[in-house]
């Protein structure tokens, strides 16, 4: 089966400028998360969906980032004013329906944010 | 805030083994995950736990204690490839969110 699957794998912006990072999760699998990892860092959960439903975006710098997944499937982060805080790898991840039966997360291999 | 604590490196040797810590706490537990990230890659699953004691898979091994917020990954007959980052991340209750530590550089050296 494929994976999750992210893009672009690089992207270098200057300070202010907007980008945008696109998933596509695995088939069938309807919890998709967005996580955000500095470097040597951990990743730290900014948004996850359910479908298209948004559950928890409190983590999410709301006056620059914003995130949808309109039809339950792909979804896109996008980052209106970037700053070099926002420096980091943005991984993508999704997990299939149900508590019992799976145990793990599938992430994708991330983009890598650079902001000068 | 959830908070999960990992130290930030460790080193060992070939041939022998390493325990990487992990304590935890949280305002809910479903479990605790462990993760492998190589430098530039993605997290990849290593093991899951929720029931206290030690879960054996061979050259990874998870311990857990539920009542001091504590795990560790044992890793035994340590290889020079085994040098990564080890994550842990706590699973909520509600949709398998995942809470992680910073993670711990294990660096095995010949």
């Known amino acids: 089966e494929a994976g999750v699957t992210q893009s672009p794998r690089y992207a270098v912006l200057q300070e202010g400028q907007a980008v945008s990072f696109w998933c596509d999760p695995i088939?069938?699998?309807?919890?998709l998360y967005w996580y955000q990892q500095p470097r040597d860092q951990g990743p730290q959960l900014l948004v996850y969906f359910r479908d298209e439903a948004v559950i928890d975006n409190s983590q999410l710098p709301s006056d620059r980032f914003s995130a949808v997944r309109p039809k339950g499937t792909n979804s896109t982060l996008k980052i209106q004013s970037a700053k070099q805080g926002d420096t980091a790898t943005y991984l993508c991840a999704s997990s299939p329906p149900g508590q019992i039966s799976n145990e793990r997360l599938f992430f994708g291999h991330g983009t890598k944010l650079s902001v000068l | 805030g959830q908070g999960v604590e990992q130290p930030d490196n460790l080193m060992s040797v070939e041939g022998t083994f390493a325990r990487v810590n992990c304590t935890y706490s949280?305002?809910?537990?479903?479990?605790l995950s462990w993760y492998q990230q190589r430098e530039g890659h993605a997290p990849v699953f290593l093991s899951y736990v929720v029931l206290d004691g030690l879960k054996d898979s061979g050259h990874f091994s998870t311990f857990l204690s539920r009542s001091n917020g504590y795990s560790y990954l044992l890793l035994t007959e340590l290889q020079i490839k085994d040098s990564a980052s080890y994550l842990c991340?706590?699973?909520?209750?509600?949709?398998?969110?995942?809470?992680f530590g910073s993670g711990t550089k294990l660096t095995v050296e010949p």
């Open positions: 949280t305002s809910g537990f479903n479990g």
């Open positions: 991340a706590v699973r909520m209750p509600n949709y398998n969110v995942l809470y």
């Open positions: 088939s069938g699998h309807d919890t």
